[in-house]
T-cell receptor, first 114, second 114 residues
Framework: EPEVTQTPSHQVTQMGQEVILRCVPI?????FYWYRQILGQKVEFLVS????????KSEIFDDQFSVERPDGSNFTLKIRSTKLEDSAMYFC????????????FGQGTRLTVV | AQSVTQLGSHVSVSEGALVLLRCNYS??????LFWYVQYPNQGLQLLLK??????LVKGINGFEAEFKKSETSFHLTKPSAHMSDAAEYFC????????????FGAGTRLFVKA
């Protein structure tokens, strides 16, 4: 069964450093997403990506964040100059391109900023 | 805009008792609704989905949910709780504009007492 894969599963970084979270969406899917879940809180939408560009972003997704699909398979989230409050679980997801299906989520990357 | 509201951040039941987790939605168009489960330190697992085919939806692990348009509800139930059901449960809806992002409720933590 196809699945969304995320690497690494856990990353620890020093405050102020840049991190790149990686995702491989399901191959024939068209929409890609990043979500964030701060410990003990709800899952929050960050950004959606379609046709090689951002289609929507939340107010959380400020200039510190960027996304890229560098090679047609990987989908990355870059966080520049990390802050303590960026510590969270980050989920990647994809959907085929129609809305009557669930988003397929990866297992997440736990980012810890120290 | 579409949204979901989960009533009760914590629910505690005894093993063998009925599980009822409440979710109400807000949508001007027929919604696509989902329930996800998240076990401690793990990712999001789809329990079930409503995509307008049948109002009573059966999912994994003995869970089911009924879509009630008149009550704008999509409550999750299980006749008999098991200890292994202890987890966080999220109701979610796909927004039917733009990038089809998934909007999550705040979550309900289910505790199961022996």
């Amino acid at each position: 069964e196809p699945e969304v894969t995320q690497t690494p599963s856990h990353q620890v970084t020093q405050m102020g450093q840049e991190v790149i979270l990686r995702c491989v969406p399901i191959s024939n899917h068209l929409y890609f997403y990043w979500y964030r879940q701060i410990l003990g809180q709800k899952v929050e939408f960050l950004v959606s990506f379609y046709n090689n560009e951002i289609s929507e972003k939340s107010e959380i997704f400020d200039d510190q964040f960027s996304v890229e699909r560098p090679d047609g398979s990987n989908f990355t989230l870059k966080i520049r100059s990390t802050k303590l409050e960026d510590s969270a679980m980050y989920f990647c997801a994809s959907i085929p391109g129609t809305m009557n299906t669930e988003a397929f989520f990866g297992q997440g990357t736990r980012l810890t900023v120290v | 805009a579409q949204s979901v509201t989960q009533l009760g951040s914590h629910v505690s039941v005894s093993e063998g008792a009925l599980v009822l987790l409440r979710c109400n939605y807000s949508s001007s168009v027929p919604p696509y609704l989902f329930w996800y489960v998240q076990y401690p330190n793990q990712g999001l697992q789809l329990l079930l989905k409503y995509t307008s085919a049948a109002t009573l939806v059966k999912g994994i692990n003995g869970f089911e949910a009924e879509f009630k348009k008149s009550e704008t509800s999509f409550h999750l139930t299980k006749p008999s709780a098991h200890m292994s059901d202890a987890a966080e449960y999220f109701c979610a809806v796909i927004e039917n504009t733009g990038g089809f992002k998934t909007i999550f409720g705040a979550g309900t933590r289910l505790f199961v007492k022996a």
